[in-house]
Structures are given as structure tokens and as C-alpha cells.
């Protein structure tokens, strides 16, 4: 009797068991417009739009109609190129105020916004003093070099944004390419036609040896080439070209702290230093001791170090500070829901307008 009991409640338990469907929310389509303006590049703009989770189509929008307005009346029209991006052959002016108006989903969506004159700098001092430094948002030590340098600016708000970069004169002149003839020879030598189609994505693109051979490794590893072949077969055939210029993607971002109130630290995922002036002042930097550790005593090359300094918008200025609030906070499950700010009217995103210069400021 009591078998006959325990099946009963079992086949009760069963039936009682139902599918759970969960209703997600529709996306309004929100249209997302980014765009990070400077003279030293043609205007483009991406445009997608804010999908649902459940919602499997295409994110771009490639509608739309986008006008940009200078502050003199002259009209620029962007084309579309595709996978979302319009540009123009035409690139933005220093200090003259833009308005951008695009038509799409049925709405005119709008931003303003300026490139701001350049940041001066000056007096960079630096001292061969190797000294620690807490980093807050990591919760790590790290071993620094102190400088400093002056900051010229108006009297009157001004947004700045500091990256540091090595770069290794060793390599960084180097330039590695696959080629025909690269897939040509691997073939010969009897390499798996597998690992040479997708090796011939590489061709016609120019690489640092850092980058190009984290995307071999990377194939390699994929159809399981041993280091040997890698190294002895595959290597030597690609094809290595010097140059005289210091390329962009030569150049290797550290870490840079900062011991100000007028400057604020953020996280290991972003490696930058933000700061807010309204006259001359004087800026406490650090930047990390990896790129010299890295030589492991060899003096037979220069390391150069450099700094990037972004004079930044407003607007600018307060999209990157909550972006990078956001991505503090990702570690937290305690914080509170960080809304990264946005200047456009009708939609969301940023238009914001920045230039850029690099300091050589020491060599090792």
C-alpha cells in the first residue's frame, strides 16, 4: 500500500511542474549615435540602436539621414558606408562649434559640440627615484616612477585626459606582413591548407611584431601547429619591413596614477588619469616601472616613454568620467547603477569634440 502511496505522490509532484516563461521588455529602439571628433581625423559617426535581449536582427541603423552644421551655416552630409558608420571627407575645425542632425526612426535626433583649443605643457621634470604606489581601485602595489609637469590653461574650465605609452626602439620600427609568397612557400613546405586560408586574412595588413604574433599563436594554436613549426617553418617566412616613423600600434600603454585632488585615478581597464583645471597648475604624475623591468638588463636599445595628453569637451569630460565609474563598479556587486552620461537629444550616445598631442618626456 505504501508503494502504491509513494507513486501516486510522485506522478502528483510531476504534473505539478510547469514551464516558466519570462516576458522580456520590447526595446523602444533607441537610436545610440557615437562620434569622438578631432582635427586629425575625417568625420564619422556610428549609429545602431538599443535591441532587447530576445531580439536576434541587426543592430545597425543605415536609414538615416546625417547632416553636420557648423556655427557659419555650412552644412556637411554623410554618406553612408556601412556596418553603421557615415563619414565625409571633410574633418572638423578647432574651436568652432557643431551641431549634428540626424533624422532616423522617426525622430530628429541632435548634439552639440567643440574641439577646445590645445592644453600647454611645460617643465616636465622626472626622477630616476623608483618608488611604490597603492592604486585604490586595484587594490595592488605597484612599482612607479614619479614626474611632473605644468599645465598652462585659460581661466576658464578646462578637461584633460593622460595615457602613458612605451616605445620599444627595438622592435617598434619593424613592421611584419603576410604575403602571397608567405602562403605560397608554407605551402610548399607541406603546412595544412586549413591553417593557410585563415593565415590569408592577415594579407595586405601591416603589423608590430607584439600584435602579429599573438594573431599567429593565436592560429596556430587553433590547428594545433607545434612551437616548432611555428618557429622554425612559419616565422621565418613572414616577410619583415623597417620603417622610419613611429608607428601608432608601436606604441604600448602602461599604467599612470596620479596623487592630486585636482586629478582622479580609475581603474586597471582603462589606464587613464582625468583632471579639471580653470588656471596654471602643476600635475603629480606616476607611471609604471613594467617597460623598464621588461628589459631584463639589455642596453642595446632605447625605450622611449611618452605621454598622451587629451584636451577634452565638456561633454566629453563627463561621458568618459561615468564610463569609467561604470567600469569600476562592474567589480562591486554593492555600487549602485552607474548611467554613463550622454549629450544627445532624441537618443543616446555621445557627440563630443577632443584634440590630442604626445610628449616625449624621457628615454631609458
Not at 506522478?11 to 520590447?26: A, N, R, T, Y
Not at 540626424?102 to 618608488?131: C, E, F, L
Request: glycine share 4%; charged share 20%.
Amino acid at each position: 500500500m505504501k508503494k502504491y502511496i509513494i507513486i501516486v505522490m510522485l506522478i502528483s509532484m510531476v504534473s505539478c511542474i510547469k514551464d516558466l516563461v519570462i516576458p522580456f521588455e520590447k526595446s523602444d529602439q533607441t537610436t545610440v549615435v557615437n562620434c569622438l571628433f578631432s582635427e586629425d581625423e575625417d568625420w564619422q559617426i556610428s549609429l545602431t540602436r538599443v535591441k532587447s535581449f530576445s531580439d536576434q536582427t541587426d543592430p545597425v541603423v543605415d536609414d538615416a539621414s546625417v547632416d553636420i552644421v557648423a556655427e557659419n551655416n555650412d552644412t556637411i552630409h554623410l554618406k553612408y558606408k556601412g556596418e553603421g558608420i557615415y563619414y565625409a571627407d571633410k574633418r572638423p575645425v578647432k574651436e568652432i562649434q557643431y551641431q549634428i542632425i540626424i533624422k532616423a526612426n522617426s525622430k530628429i535626433i541632435t548634439a552639440k559640440s567643440s574641439i577646445p583649443g590645445s592644453v600647454n605643457i611645460s617643465s616636465v621634470k622626472i626622477t630616476n627615484q623608483r618608488t611604490t604606489y597603492f592604486s585604490n581601485p586595484n587594490l595592488s602595489d605597484y612599482d612607479v616612477v614619479p614626474f611632473s609637469l605644468n599645465i598652462s590653461a585659460s581661466n576658464q574650465p578646462t578637461f584633460v585626459r593622460f595615457r602613458f605609452y612605451s616605445f620599444n626602439t627595438d622592435w617598434g620600427y619593424k613592421r611584419y606582413s603576410v604575403t602571397e609568397q608567405t602562403i605560397t612557400t608554407l605551402r610548399e613546405k607541406g603546412i595544412s591548407e586549413a591553417f593557410l586560408q585563415e593565415l590569408s586574412s592577415l594579407i595586405g595588413k601591416s603589423y608590430n611584431s607584439f600584435e602579429l604574433n599573438g594573431l599567429l599563436l593565436k592560429i596556430a594554436d587553433k590547428y594545433q601547429l607545434t612551437y616548432y613549426v611555428y618557429a622554425n617553418i612559419v616565422n621565418p617566412e613572414i616577410k619583415v619591413t623597417i620603417v622610419n616613423y613611429r608607428s601608432p600600434d608601436a606604441f604600448l600603454e602602461g599604467m599612470i596614477f596620479a596623487n592630486s585632488n585636482l586629478l582622479s585615478n580609475v581603474s586597471r581597464d582603462t589606464y587613464n588619469v582625468l583632471g579639471e583645471f580653470n588656471s596654471s597648475t602643476e600635475a603629480d604624475l606616476f607611471v609604471d616601472y613594467l617597460p623598464v623591468l621588461n628589459k631584463n638588463g639589455d642596453t642595446s636599445y632605447k625605450e622611449e616613454y611618452w605621454l598622451e595628453l587629451v584636451g577634452m569637451s565638456e561633454d566629453y569630460y563627463k561621458y568618459e568620467k561615468s564610463y569609467i565609474k561604470q567600469v569600476v563598479n562592474l567589480s562591486n556587486p554593492f555600487s549602485s547603477v552607474v548611467e554613463v552620461y550622454s549629450n544627445i537629444q532624441n537618443g543616446v550616445g555621445i557627440f563630443a569634440g577632443y584634440n590630442r598631442q604626445m610628449v616625449h618626456f624621457y628615454d631609458y
